[in-house]
């Protein structure tokens, strides 16, 4: 019996060690940055069209004038303010919004303001834009718009307080359209326990269309993403997509649809453009910047990031988070280093700042990277490619979300030491904040209806951690010497 016991406890031991060991030499190869994973997960194809218009996913709500395509984005700097914008299709009607902290009583209200605009032969509906400020953190608004039959009522979280240790799960989505893939993701966007979306642009797949067809399609996406957008907070980034240039039809004003229907905090953040603007979220700071503006030395978005990024305070909030549309590092043949203007203005800067996560969008796939940089080559000399580095940020593409244009599956091969996981699925991710020290990043593939984390990594911040390992080496040291 003794014997049996010992032979027991050293297969136990032995199994133990061997894990250990295991998950030693993992750890060693991802140190390395020479673990890259391409994934060979292979999905059955779901048809890449839109959705047909007549689908209840993009029903209109009944009613005269009826409030539609409602959704919420952060409206200040630090949390405390939401601003709540919908359409009415027929007249301009009230841009009133009513709110209080119980279900159907609304103790205030607030007055918009309404817009409308034109894009060749199309007209769009009444455009509402109504800035609720001076909220409490961590509180449950519920919020009423529309007069009489045709109201319509939601509901709103504010998030915790600035606080390097307020936890919060971003939700991340890029590419989104108006498919049936776009719908999966959505749906499970919607199970993930996410309480803000950060959208990494092209939004709508409009601009697919042709004359009034432009318009009629916003709209449709627009109802699409009512069932999430009107309940939590979408922070919105711009890509190309939302340019719209179609001088063929006399439409030239980039972003005119866009910049009509969504409203971001610029001002709130000393920004003079409002597809570049940046806010604090319970323990993140988070950079939006436009791809797709001018973005060299000296002009008004240079100017404003340089200035944003000394604001940053890594005592209030310890996750420094950047979003854009176009990948600064990208290991897919499409629209491979479309990033490189960026970054051979910015990446100095992100490396310097210890910005943590990058999240960007336009290839329609998955990409994880390393932490690497590429700053030490000026033409003439230095290294020639990405090398290894603590200070920069982690690159993450999360163009998947489901638009017509369908999946980029064709990576270049041998896949580079700075790529750490790639796959072309459509899909999400999560960023889990749990404290100043510890963040989990997930990306969900949507596997034929089923959400499947297919990624997850544990996330150190850099600022947090090392000075907390400072400080324990220093008690360490003067409990020694007492």
């Known amino acids: 019996m003794k014997t049996q016991q010992c032979t027991m406890a050293s297969v136990v031991q032995f199994t133990l060690f061997e894990l250990l060991l295991k998950l030693f030499l993992i750890l060693a190869l991802v140190n390395k940055g020479s673990a890259g994973i391409t994934s060979t997960f292979t999905r059955s194809l779901w048809q890449s069209f839109d959705i047909p218009l007549d689908h209840k996913v993009f029903a209109i709500p009944n009613g005269y004038n009826t409030p539609q395509q409602v959704h919420i984005t952060q409206g200040d700097y630090d949390g405390k303010a939401v601003i709540i914008s919908w359409v009415t299709a027929d ?29 060749y032969n199309y007209k769009s509906g009444y455009i509402h834009h109504c800035l609720l400020d001076g909220l409490e953190y961590e509180t449950k608004y519920y919020y009423k718009i529309g007069v009489g039959d045709s109201s319509r009522e939601f509901w709103f979280q504010t998030p915790p307080k600035i606080d390097a240790d307020s936890p919060f799960i971003f939700g991340i989505i890029g590419d989104l359209g108006q498919t049936y893939n776009s719908l999966s993701t959505l749906e499970h966007y919607m199970q993930s326990r996410g309480q803000t979306v950060l959208f990494v642009g092209d939004l709508s797949y409009a601009d697919r269309y042709q004359y009034n067809d432009v318009g009629i399609r916003w709209d449709s996406w627009g109802r699409f993403i009512e069932r999430s957008a009107a309940y939590q907070p979408w922070i919105w980034s711009a890509g190309n997509h939302e340019i719209e240039y179609m001088p063929d039809v006399g439409e030239v004003l980039p972003f005119k649809s866009y910049i009509h229907r969504f409203s971001t905090p610029y001002l709130a953040c000393k920004s003079n453009n409002p597809l570049w603007y940046a806010i604090r979220r319970a323990s993140a700071h988070i950079i939006v910047l436009s791809s797709y503006s001018p973005h060299v030395k000296y002009t008004p978005q240079w100017q404003w990031l340089r200035d944003e990024l000394k604001r940053v305070d890594r005592k209030k909030t310890p996750w420094l988070i950047i979003l854009m549309h176009v990948p600064i590092y990208n290991s897919n043949q499409a629209h491979f280093m479309e990033g490189e203007s960026m970054r051979a203005v910015f990446e100095r800067w992100f490396v310097h700042y210890g910005v943590d996560f990058i999240f960007a969008g336009h290839v329609h796939a998955y990409e994880r990277s390393y932490r690497i940089s590429n700053i030490r080559y000026n033409v003439s000399s230095g290294d020639r490619y990405p ?11 999360v163009g998947d979300g489901g638009n017509q244009e369908g999946l980029a599956g064709r990576f270049w091969d041998p896949q580079p030491e700075y790529s750490a996981f790639r796959e072309a699925s459509y899909g999400h991710s999560t960023l889990e904040i749990k404290n100043r020290t510890h963040a989990f990043l997930h990306w969900h593939r949507n596997d034929d209806g089923q959400k499947v984390p297919a990624d997850s990594v544990i996330f150190l911040n850099r600022h947090w951690a090392s000075n907390l390992q400072r400080r324990r080496l220093k008690k360490n040291c003067l409990k020694a010497r007492g």
Do not use: I, L, R, W
Not at 387 to 397: L, M, N, Q, R
């Open 387 to 397: 090398v290894p580095d603590k200070s920069a940020p982690v690159y993450v593409t």
């Open 91 to 119: 007249k301009p009607g009230p841009s009133k919004v009513q709110y209080g902290t119980s279900e159907k009583k609304y103790d205030f209200s607030e007055d918009g303001t309404v817009t409308n605009y034109t894009f």
